[in-house]
């Protein structure tokens, strides 16, 4: 396997949206790459025949009826009760878009 | 006064008025109060809640008497819930900072059936931020100490649910296993912890760490405890579709044999690196079993030494995708907020499911996972159940391996073949090391055998007299 590099680090932390500092990107591409070389041993093992798992129950399309049940639905007020940013019942969150600057 | 360790004292002294339900809480309350500080168990005490239940627990007895037992085969037993089971109303952090200030709206499947049995909510407990550690030393609200020895881990992640029942804060705790977090945690705090099989307990209400191996279990002082916990905890709830009893699939529990049971000893987990102690702790207890008529048969895991790689491909990728949906947005704060091992997994996870490395890691590792509950498959076919340790070592000390998170994931070499596989194991502990420090074995079934690893555990607990102890 091919050693991590810092723009590996970089990359993954940008895909989920983590901010780190360059005195951790340090510490996590040292501790990264060890764990990744490490799980690098499972080339290994002869997995031409076998299937993968992703489960273990033996279960396969769970079905349940399709209808609502009172006690599971929540209040608008419970479900904002989670955060302090609301507005007329509405979660409030940062502006995606902005204004043109280049007009 | 001093407190009941079993559910049977508890709720025989109730029935014979030796004590109140409220005496007992205030006792374990006041425990708490004077020696949590140097344990660090518990995130949140529900003193109000607990009070207001005891005392309707004393109500109920005073009116129905010996019959109200037999309608809540939980009553007036205390239990503390690792901070990932949902409270409602009550604060549920995962043991990080994210969720510092998260108040539920609703409760667990498991919290809801327990309080309905009768039990009393005395805390939540501290555990590794998100499950994710060994040791509970990745707790966004400081460690937990082992109450035998405070110098050393409790082991975790579920470390605080293993500490209140070592050290007598609380009669029951819950907790979640997805790569050994309650047998190991149980295994060095010297209590009984079961990891049920996968799909047998609802998630519903748990915060998830990786979907496809965690499992909702619990601590107790002996395996009878452990054995009415998961009575009234298994079984379907309509909100988790892994666990259901469906016509044409055989999910019924596996019969206990009355007779010629047989026990693995698998090799591949008694190997370079196994503690002396731990080795002889495990050997011993297989002895036990011997004289009580039970046959040890040898058998191989060939695939056991790839256990590690697996999980630390599929639980980190699980993680990474779980952990996506904390956003700050509805409820807790960004994602600033994460702790360094919580980071480091989700970046594992990214990797290892990015564009170009997801074949050779994780699609790898899922055929590799196919292998391992292949090889279980096959010795199932010779023995009822497995032997084995818990954790190659005894506790360790605090610090000892927090800079080295591989060494760490090392720690977990016996346990999480377990839950790649989704089988049930029970961790029992056997006696203390040389620096008086607990020591176990675990014992594992195949899927939906509990009850032959209970019946097991009984057989082990009565043969040696066992006495359950609790640390001070």
């Known amino acids: 396997m091919s050693?991590?590099?810092?723009?590996?680090?970089?990359?993954?932390?940008?895909?989920?949206?983590?901010?780190?500092?360059?005195?951790?990107?340090?510490?996590?591409?040292?501790?990264?790459?060890?764990?990744?070389?490490?799980?690098?041993?499972?080339?290994?093992?002869?997995?031409?025949?076998?299937?993968?798992?992703?489960?273990?129950?033996?279960?396969?399309?769970?079905?349940?009826?399709?209808?609502?049940?009172?006690?599971?639905?929540?209040?608008?007020?419970?479900?904002?009760?989670?955060?302090?940013?609301?507005?007329?019942?509405?979660?409030?969150?940062?502006?995606?878009?902005?204004?043109?600057?280049?007009? | 006064m001093s407190l009941p360790l079993t559910i049977n004292e508890t709720q025989e002294g109730l029935k014979g008025k030796k004590f109140r339900a409220s005496e007992i809480v205030r006792e374990y309350l006041e425990?708490?109060?004077?020696?949590?500080?140097?344990?660090?168990?518990f995130l949140t005490l529900t003193e109000e809640v607990a009070f207001?239940?005891?005392?309707?627990?004393?109500?109920?007895?005073?009116?129905?008497?010996?019959?109200?037992?037999?309608?809540?085969?939980?009553?007036?037993?205390?239990?503390?819930?690792?901070?990932?089971?949902?409270?409602?109303?009550?604060?549920?952090?995962?043991?990080?900072?994210?969720?510092?200030?998260?108040?539920?709206?609703?409760?667990?499947?498991?919290?809801?059936?327990?309080?309905?049995?009768?039990?009393?909510?005395?805390?939540?407990?501290?555990?590794?931020?998100?499950?994710?550690?060994?040791?509970?030393?990745?707790?966004?609200?400081?460690?937990?100490?082992?109450?035998?020895?405070?110098?050393?881990?409790?082991?975790?992640?579920?470390?605080?649910?293993?500490?209140?029942?070592?050290?007598?804060?609380?009669?029951?705790?819950?907790?979640?296993d997805t790569g050994g977090s309650i047998?190991?945690?149980?295994?060095?705090?010297?209590?009984?912890?079961?990891?049920?099989?996968?799909?047998?307990v609802s998630r519903y209400g748990i915060i998830a760490m990786a979907s496809s191996l965690d499992s909702v279990g619990h601590f107790a002082r002996t395996v009878e405890d452990v054995r009415r916990v998961f009575e009234i905890s298994k079984g379907e709830d309509g909100y988790d579709s892994t666990v259901k009893s469906e016509k044409g699939i055989t999910r019924s529990a596996v019969k206990v044999k009355s007779s010629g049971l047989k026990l693995g000893i698998p090799k591949e987990y008694f190997i370079e690196g196994l503690d002396k102690e731990v080795e002889n702790a495990v050997l011993a207890a297989a002895e036990v079993f011997k004289k009580q008529g039970v046959k040890l048969v040898n058998i191989s895991l060939p695939h056991t030494k790839y256990a590690i790689s697996v999980y630390y491909i599929v639980q980190p990728a699980e993680v990474s995708s779980n952990l996506g949906r904390y956003d700050g947005i509805r409820y807790g704060n960004d994602r600033n907020s994460f702790g360094a091992e919580a980071?480091?997994?989700?970046?594992?996870?990214?990797?290892?499911?990015?564009?170009?490395?997801?074949?050779?890691?994780?699609?790898?590792?899922?055929?590799?996972?196919?292998?391992?509950?292949?090889?279980?498959?096959?010795?199932?076919?010779?023995?009822?159940?497995?032997?084995?340790?818990?954790?190659?070592?005894p506790p360790f000390k605090l610090g000892e391996k927090a800079d080295n998170p591989l060494q760490m994931y090392l720690a977990d070499?016996?346990?999480?073949?377990?839950?790649?596989?989704?089988?049930?194991?029970?961790?029992?502990?056997?006696?203390?090391?040389?620096?008086?420090?607990p020591l176990g074995f675990q014992l594992l079934g195949p899927r939906f055998s509990e009850d032959t690893l209970f019946h097991l555990g009984e057989i082990y607990q009565k043969a040696v007299n066992y006495v359950p102890k609790v640390a001070f």
Request: proline share 4%.
């Open chain 2, 413 to 437: 070499i016996f346990t999480v073949a377990g839950n790649l596989a989704g089988i049930p194991g029970l961790a029992i502990p056997s006696g203390f090391s040389k620096k008086a420090l």
């Open chain 2, 31 to 41: 425990r708490i109060k004077k020696y949590d500080k140097g344990i660090n168990s």
């Open chain 2, 343 to 393: 980071k480091r997994r989700i970046m594992l996870g990214t990797y290892v499911l990015s564009s170009g490395y997801y074949d050779a890691y994780y699609l790898k590792a899922m055929k590799v996972r196919s292998k391992m509950i292949q090889d279980f498959e096959e010795a199932f076919e010779k023995v009822d159940a497995i032997l084995a340790p818990v954790s190659p070592t």
């Open chain 2, 52 to 176: 207001e239940k005891a005392s309707r627990t004393d109500e109920t007895i005073g009116s129905q008497g010996e019959a109200a037992f037999s309608r809540y085969p939980l009553l007036g037993v205390t239990v503390a819930f690792k901070d990932l089971f949902l409270t409602k109303g009550v604060r549920t952090t995962a043991g990080s900072k994210v969720l510092e200030s998260y108040v539920p709206t609703y409760s667990a499947t498991v919290v809801e059936r327990l309080e309905k049995a009768g039990c009393i909510l005395i805390g939540k407990t501290n555990c590794d931020a998100w499950a994710h550690g060994a040791s509970g030393e990745n707790s966004d609200f400081g460690p937990t100490k082992n109450p035998w020895k405070p110098e050393f881990v409790p082991g975790g992640s579920s470390s605080g649910s293993a500490a209140a029942i070592a050290a007598n804060f609380s009669l029951i705790a819950c907790g979640t």
């Open chain 2, 183 to 200: 047998r190991q945690p149980a295994n060095f705090c010297g209590v009984v912890g079961l990891k049920p099989t996968y799909g047998a």
């Open chain 1, 3 to 103: 050693k991590l590099t810092k723009k590996d680090v970089e990359h993954v932390a940008s895909l989920a949206k983590l901010s780190i500092s360059d005195k951790e990107l340090e510490k996590y591409l040292k501790q990264l790459d060890e764990v990744v070389n490490y799980i690098g041993e499972l080339n290994e093992v002869d997995t031409k025949n076998t299937e993968p798992t992703s489960q273990t129950t033996g279960l396969e399309n769970v079905f349940r009826s399709d209808e609502l049940k009172s006690q599971q639905g929540s209040t608008q007020e419970e479900v904002l009760s989670g955060t302090e940013k609301s507005y007329n019942g509405y979660f409030k969150v940062e502006a995606i878009l902005t204004e043109r600057t280049d007009k």
